[in-house]
């Protein structure tokens, strides 16, 4: 995956104390998700995300500085922050990360997925000129258990008319996901998979399938959890979750056979499941016109802005 010049990178960086973010490192990646609110830094996505990216990690003053290798030949930082952080460190840590970037014959530090109420910090940053760059398609969607429950009004109608097959019908039954059936899922994936362009669908995030393969290794019935959707004794769907507190949780893998048969797993999920959690963060739609369209018939949501910045040394 990786070409001649990230090969050497990938090297440099590993002689100098990062270590590969891969399934043996996700308890460490995972200490960091109490205070984030994004899909793309959350430990499940880091370690399983391969098919895509190869990431090595070094915790740098208190933050998690993941390095990312993209197969598109990009390369960037992650810089996740923690509640033990201070802003007044954040400069520490860019200084660290700048001179990795020059050291490895690259012209700028660039630090992608910066959460918005982060950017402060940022600017206040000496003996930088910043570049931001803002895409709307990775804005990310994040509703409240309410907003995705509520059925009344006309804002709700089509996910009214599409919930309307699966309530209450004694054709469709639910299993919680176990690490004992948590493989059943791959089922689906692979039917699903059958019926795309490989190299199309690959193009937006790499994919999904050796993703959610590798989501396997970690998955253990508590810190991820699922449920598998069955229709007429028929294996339809199934969803993968995580709760992080009663603050935030996220969706993070879902597909069904049947239409509309999502949106009934999404709702069950919430009303069963998760009607704790204040923000429920399902990922950004990558600007699939499709997808858009499927998140944004939900319900209510907010859009969380992720930014990035190309840090550059003045004079």
């Known amino acids: 995956m990786l070409n001649a010049v990230q090969k050497k990178m990938h090297t440099y960086l590993l002689d100098n104390g990062f270590i590969p973010a891969d399934i043996n490192s996700h308890d460490a990646i995972k200490s960091f998700n ?17 098919d895509e990216m190869k990431s090595l990690y070094k915790i740098v003053d208190g933050f998690l500085c993941t390095a990312n290798f993209y197969s598109d030949k990009d390369f960037c930082f992650f810089v996740t922050w923690s509640a033990n952080c201070s802003g007044s460190s954040l400069q520490q840590v860019v200084d660290f990360l700048y001179e990795k970037s020059i050291e490895m014959g690259l012209d700028s530090l660039k630090i992608w997925i910066i959460e918005e109420r982060f950017l402060d910090a940022y600017r206040q940053l000496e003996g930088y000129c910043l570049e931001l760059i803002h895409d709307d398609n990775m804005n990310e969607y994040v509703f409240t258990a309410e907003n995705l429950l509520d059925l009344n009004g006309s804002v709700n109608e089509e996910k009214r008319r599409q919930l309307r097959k699966f309530m209450d019908n004694p054709n469709v039954s639910l299993q919680p996901m176990t690490k004992d059936n948590v493989a059943l899922c791959l089922e689906i994936e692979k039917a699903w998979c059958s019926r795309q362009d490989c190299d199309l669908c690959r193009s937006f995030a790499g994919c999904s399938k050796k993703t959610l393969e590798a989501m396997l290794d970690i998955f253990d019935g508590s810190v991820y959890q699922g449920i598998l959707g069955y229709i007429e004794g028929n294996l339809a769907g199934y969803i993968v979750y995580e709760k992080v507190n009663e603050d935030i949780a996220f969706f993070y893998f879902a597909k069904t056979t049947v239409s509309n048969f999502s949106v009934y797993l999404y709702y069950i999920c919430v009303q069963r499941y998760m009607n704790k959690a204040i923000r429920i963060n ?11 369209l499927f998140k944004k018939r939900l319900g209510v949501y907010k859009l969380q802005k992720k930014y990035l910045y190309t840090l550059v040394r003045k004079g």
């Open 34 to 50: 109490a205070d984030n609110y994004l899909y793309d830094l959350t430990a499940c996505l880091t370690v399983t995300w391969h």
């Open 282 to 292: 399902i990922g950004a739609d990558l600007g699939i016109k499709g997808l858009q």
